[in-house]
């Protein structure tokens, strides 16, 4: 494994001594907190929500306790070995946790954005018996998401991988009564599972060729596999990726996973699970940085998919799935900028961070307007809500001004810098994800503000069995509050002198010394989007500043497509699940016919020669006597026979 | 006249047997002297401690390799764990014994002579008088039992043999419900008991025989003697292997082992459920004791030539043992049958002729001692009107009326089955891995093919419980006393910590596993 020459950049830990040895508090607390909860049931149900709550903000502390503490040092990668995990043979698996500027403020995002969200959570569910549940599942996820950003190797982040796609399954789910509910939830976890299976594949190639999982003995081990190892290896983590973040081709589990409680959909969409994916390919930067190949995949499926997202975003009607397909389209952003590599992967995690706020910010406000407005999520129904709901309209224009990318708010900061980097490539693809990134931020203005205007302005158009929306309580407005100042000022405070960026650093490497310009200059890309924008968002004001129909009108061929998800969904059916069926049923008929026949008939024989045997059992002691005479006859001649040479 | 020699004693070593000796013949004088009212209480007391302290002398003596008495005790490894394995199992069989919230009075009937059916027979039924002689009789076998699996000549091993032996055929016939079967079963018990007792008699006289004109060593029956003879002795090797074929017949029939099985399930049937554990548990432990003990030490010379005709007996057994189970009804038969082939799953291992075949042997043996004390224990709670309800029809739904004791049980059937995090999966693997090493791989693959045929009845009796819909007669689960979930609890957790944490036991197994000559 020791290659002769050891690259410069070899990527080596330091081991966690001090404060940073307890870096495992941060997964087990949560855990801690969702196993109380499940396990005393409802014995708990009068303050469980309050110790999830308290779980998380005790995790968020802690974050921010060793994030100063990480500031401080020299090396700023610190491993943690707990325990051997698995150790077989050659196969040695560390229980180790590793806590760098990556993990770092990933957790900060998990727990800062995830504690606002369960506070919002306990006045949102207040009225659902299952609330203790609700909170046992969601501890369960944020465990689970710590676990995944903090492993030291690929298997301990498969072990978080698989945890959050069983928590994302019962709490998409959570809901179960309703077929909607459950159906949506074996929906993720299939397709999930597509993704999981690529990822756990990636995994094993990873061993067979380098004979390690941890991180740092496989990025410097990177240098020396083929290219075509390298690329199938990304490829598979690839589809991992785009499984867990709802990325082309497996996007479509994400808008369904809208059954859940909103705040599922806040935690889901904004802080956790989709991220995964974006972090699986930045932190495996040193393995899709070594195939241009492979980052040229990357950024196709993020632009592809940010333009899905955006086109199917401008059809929706219903204002969760609105927020969904942004997500998706928003993800794709991300990935675009991990694709890229290079100084981009800095960029991705900028706009996730700062997609963490917004995002939260507007699930959680759509979340308040639901709660105002007796469940309903079409957005054809709403209209001139901003004079009744202050709070959440404030708050939710400071997430929709962020997510277009109006200055100075934190989604231009984040955004911008993406759709330059994507600009900056040396041939002719430089136009084409340039231009889709662009082309993204003017379809995200158009439907964002639809939503907006829609929702809080224009007419009413309410059912008629509200009369007068309500402002949410308290306890869900001030999270909003706290979100919408994210909103606004993450962005900004992050780009502030490449602060995030130079942080970051010592995970994602550094564009120094790359001299690459994107084929338009900075100020024209900056002045371009910048119109899109504002073109966009016009043309949505202008269409939707009246209202809009109550139902949903006949349209052309695009927004039909559109409203059908781009017919993803008839494509998954003809292609997976119609092939998956017929497999199915021969598999069945093969079974029913061929083994069962096999396993009854030597059942049947079996069970014969036992009813014929029994009859020997007669409970007469004379013949029992006279069995075992004959069994010593034979054992005594066997013997004999034995010592005489003829057996044996 | 010659001198008389005394052969030197080491007390210390045989205390463990001394104890239990000395308990049952306290408790005969308990018998005659103390009232009635606290007798049970005293009985009971007696046992646990003496049971108790003998373990504890077994574990003051672990370091113990010596032979003693004369020769005519081995206090070795298998010894001591064996021993300990023994009082464990004999302890929790205790419990079960002295069980009385379950049944007024107990599982056991005060005058077993008194003619079944009969209207005496019903109100001695009824009453709340139970025979506390069981007490000093279980003592009695036990003490036999320690010393069968420490004798070192075969007079010793023979008389330890009848002493364990007569005690249990008392302990059938005094089952206070189902006074016929009882009574037939002891009967059954004892004629084909003594009959092949007959058998390891005779054994021993033609292995005397043989040993006879060695130069410079006079003829005998211990180890030792043996031992040498097998490789030296002048006499016809027809004597050796008719002596062998003969004992092993003996020991086969106390073990189960097919087709000298015949009286185990009847016996298992009628017997008393608390006395059907111990012998089981125990019982199975001496016998095998005493054969790894006969094979590995005695004729480990002629191992070349027993061990296909034994390894036969074991296909046999595992055979008989699980196609017989599948058809059974009643779940007394049914545990019996699975006995059975445990006994040729056991008879794998004493096969194996290396280390790891002993230990492994001697993991089993706790192992499924554990499992079947605890399964035999909620057996004794599944009951109506009319005591235990055994018939297998009456089990079904019962995962409905009683899901605790219900996932007890198939927790421990599971285990039987050989599911992997219980102890039977462990102890499998103990048996079947040095068989394959020893290039024993007909023995292995009889014994996986007939593990999955008994997965069958096990898994039957799962279904049944929790599949099917509670009839009219669905018996209830009594509420065990102290004593009863005392057993049951040790037996769920030792069959589930031996499967998730073999470890310490496997360590001690393998430390023990040697024997002194």
């Known amino acids: 494994m020791n290659a002769p020459a050891e690259p410069a950049g070899a990527v080596t830990y330091a081991s966690a001594s001090g404060l940073l040895g307890s870096v495992w508090l941060l997964v087990a607390i949560p855990l801690a907190s969702a196993a109380i909860l499940l396990l005393l049931g409802r014995r708990s149900d009068r303050w469980g929500h309050w110790l999830g709550v308290a779980s998380i903000g005790a995790s968020f502390v802690l974050g921010l306790t060793y994030f100063f503490q990480l500031r401080g040092l020299e090396n700023k990668s610190v491993e943690l070995s707990l325990w051997d995990f698995i150790a077989v043979g050659d196969f040695k698996v560390d229980f180790g946790l590793l806590f760098d500027p990556l993990a770092a403020v990933f957790v900060l995002l998990i727990t800062g954005v995830g504690f606002l969200i369960h506070l919002y959570a306990v006045e949102y569910m207040a009225h659902d018996e299952g609330r203790r549940r609700f909170f046992a599942y969601f501890n369960l996820f944020v465990a689970a998401m710590l676990l995944l950003v903090l492993g030291n190797n690929y298997v301990m982040l498969y072990f978080g991988w698989e945890g959050v796609g069983l928590a994302s399954y019962l709490l998409i789910s959570f809901w179960y009564g309703r077929p909607s509910a459950a159906t949506a939830g074996k929906k993720a976890f299939l397709m999930n599972r597509v993704g999981d299976a690529g990822l756990a594949i990636g995994i094993f190639i990873m061993f067979a060729t380098l004979g390690t999982t941890q991180y740092d003995e496989v990025f410097n081990g990177v240098g020396s596999l083929t290219a075509t190892t390298v690329l199938v290896l990304g490829l598979l983590l690839l589809l991992g990726a785009t499984g867990k973040s709802g990325q082309f081709p497996l996007q479509a589990w994400l808008p369904d996973a809208m059954e859940g409680p909103t705040p599922v959909s806040a935690l889901i969409h904004a802080a956790t699970m989709v991220t995964a994916g974006v972090y699986l390919i930045a932190r495996s930067n040193p393995i899709f940085s070594a195939n241009s190949t492979l980052q040229l995949v990357v950024v196709s499926v993020g632009a592809l998919t940010l333009l899905i997202g955006c086109i199917i975003g401008a059809a929706k009607d219903d204002i969760k799935r609105v927020l969904a397909w942004s997500t998706v389209s928003q993800i794709g952003y991300m990935f675009v900028g991990v694709g890229l590599g290079g100084g981009a992967y800095a960029l991705a995690i900028v706009h996730l961070l700062a997609h963490g706020f917004f995002k939260a910010n507007m699930f959680l406000g759509a979340g308040s307007v639901m709660h105002g407005m007796h469940d309903q999520v079409d957005i054809r129904r709403f209209g001139g809500l901003a004079k009744h709901m202050r709070i959440t309209w404030i708050t939710f224009m400071m997430g929709w001004l962020a997510i277009i990318g109006i200055p100075p708010l934190s989604g231009y900061f984040s955004k911008e810098p993406i759709i330059v980097a994507a600009f900056t490539r040396d041939d002719w693809t430089a136009w084409l994800f340039g231009g889709a990134a662009l082309l993204g931020a003017g379809l995200t203005a158009f439907y964002m503000t639809r939503l907006f205007v829609l929702t809080f302005h224009g007419p009413k158009r309410w059912t008629e069995d509200i009369e007068h929306p309500h402002e949410s309580p308290k306890l869900m407005t001030i999270p909003l509050v706290l979100l919408a100042v994210g909103s606004v000022l993450a962005g900004g405070l992050m780009a502030w002198n490449d602060g995030l960026a130079s942080w970051l650093t010592p995970v994602l490497g550094s564009e120094a010394g790359e001299a690459h310009h994107p084929v338009l200059s900075h100020t024209v890309i900056t002045i371009l989007s910048l119109l899109v924008t504002v073109g966009g968002a016009g043309l949505a004001w202008f269409l939707f500043r009246t209202g809009t129909a109550t139902e949903p009108q006949p349209a052309g061929v695009l927004v039909t497509a559109a409203r059908r998800n781009l017919y993803t969904d008839a494509v998954n059916e003809a292609v997976f699940e119609k092939p998956g069926i017929f497999l199915t049923r021969a598999l069945v008929f093969l079974d029913n016919r061929g083994v069962d026949g096999l396993v009854n008939g030597l059942a049947a024989a079996v069970g014969g020669g036992s009813g014929r045997l029994r009859r020997l059992q007669t409970g007469f002691v004379r013949s029992y006597a006279t069995s075992i005479l004959a069994g010593a006859l034979l054992v005594v001649a066997a013997f004999l026979a034995v010592q005489a040479g003829w057996l044996a | ?517």
Request: contains cysteine; neutral net charge; hydrophobic residues 55%.
């Open chain 2, 1 to 517: 006249m010659t001198e008389l020699k005394l052969p030197s004693i080491d007390y210390a070593a045989l205390a463990p047997i001394l104890i239990m000796l000395g308990a049952a013949l306290l408790g005969v004088l308990i018998e005659a002297f103390v009232p009635r009212k606290q007798r049970r209480l005293a009985q009971l007391s007696l046992g646990l401690l003496a049971v108790l302290a003998a373990l504890v002398m077994v574990i003051v003596n672990s370091g113990d390799r010596l032979i003693t008495a004369g020769g005519a005790i081995a206090v070795d490894g298998p010894t001591l764990f064996l021993q300990g394995a023994i009082l464990v199992l004999a302890a929790m069989a205790l419990l079960l014994i002295g069980e009385r919230s379950v049944e007024r009075g107990g599982a056991f009937v005060a005058q077993a002579a008194v003619t079944a059916e009969s209207a005496d027979d019903r109100r001695q039924a009824e009453g709340s008088n139970g025979a506390t002689e069981v007490y000093p009789l279980t003592s009695f076998a036990i003490g036999g039992m320690l010393i069968f699996v420490a004798a070192n000549d075969l007079l010793t091993m023979f008389i330890a043999l009848e002493v364990f032996s007569l005690p249990l055929y008392l302990l059938c016939a005094l089952a206070r419900r189902r006074r016929l079967l009882s009574q037939e079963a002891a009967m059954k018990y004892f004629l084909l008991g003594a009959y092949a007792s007959a058998f390891f008699l005779f054994g021993v006289a033609l292995v005397y025989g043989f040993t006879s004109g060695i130069p410079g060593r006079s003829a005998g029956v211990d180890f030792a003697t043996i031992h040498a003879a097998v490789t030296e002795s002048p006499a016809s090797e027809v004597l050796l292997f008719g002596g062998v074929a003969l004992l092993a017949i003996g020991l086969l029939f106390k073990a189960a082992a097919a087709p000298f099985h015949v009286w185990t399930p009847d016996v298992y049937q009628g017997a008393p459920t608390p006395v059907t554990g111990f012998m089981a548990a125990c019982t199975k432990v001496a016998a095998f004791g005493a054969l790894l003990r006969v094979f590995h030490v005695a004729f480990s010379g002629a191992a070349w030539d027993f061990t296909p005709v034994l390894g036969a007996v074991a296909v046999l057994t595992m055979l008989v043992g699980a196609v017989l189970a599948v058809t059974q009804t009643d779940i007394k038969r049914l545990l019996a049958y699975s006995s059975i082939a445990n006994a040729g799953y056991l008879l794998v291992g004493v096969l194996a002729p290396s280390k790891d075949g002993l230990s492994g042997t001697m993991f089993y043996l706790v192992a499924y001692g554990f499992s079947v004390l605890a399964a035999f224990a909620v057996v004794t709670l599944v009951r109506d009107a009319d005591g235990e309800a055994t018939h297998l029809s009456r089990w079904a739904g019962l995962g409905r009326r009683s899901p605790f004791f219900a996932a007890i049980f198939t927790f421990i059937l599971l285990a039987f089955a050989g599911i992997p995090l219980t102890s039977g999966f462990m102890s499998k693997f103990a048996i079947f891995a040095p068989a394959l090493d020893a290039g024993q791989a007909w023995l292995v693959v009889a014994g996986v093919l007939t593990s999955m045929v008994l997965a069958f009845p096990y898994l039957r009796v799962v279904v049944m419980m929790w599949l099917s819909e509670p009839g009219e007669s669905t018996p209830t689960v009594t509420v065990p006393g102290g004593l009863t979930s005392a057993a049951l609890t040790i037996g769920v957790l030792a069959t589930l910590v031996l499967g998730v944490v073999p470890g310490p036991l496997l360590d001690l197994a393998n430390g023990a596993a040697e024997f002194v000559r």
